[in-house]
């Protein structure tokens, strides 16, 4: 099972990520999903689920 590439993005990014992603997917077939926050918060994530 492929898991999806999660993206952390400040949410001024909202606007645009998704067009990008979307062409990411087409042309490499690796799903994505995005979880929008603020910049400041983003920051200070602890990455602690590594699949």
Do not use: D, F, K
């Not at 067009?19 to 910049?39: C, D, F, K, N, Q």
Request: hydrophobic share 45%; no cysteine.
């Amino acid at each position: 099972m492929t898991h999806p590439l999660r993206i952390y993005a400040a949410g001024s990014l909202s606007r645009a990520l998704p067009a990008v992603l979307s062409r990411y997917e087409a042309l490499s077939g690796i799903s994505s999903e995005v979880v929008y926050g603020p910049a400041g918060l983003l920051a200070g994530l602890t990455i602690t689920n590594i699949y």
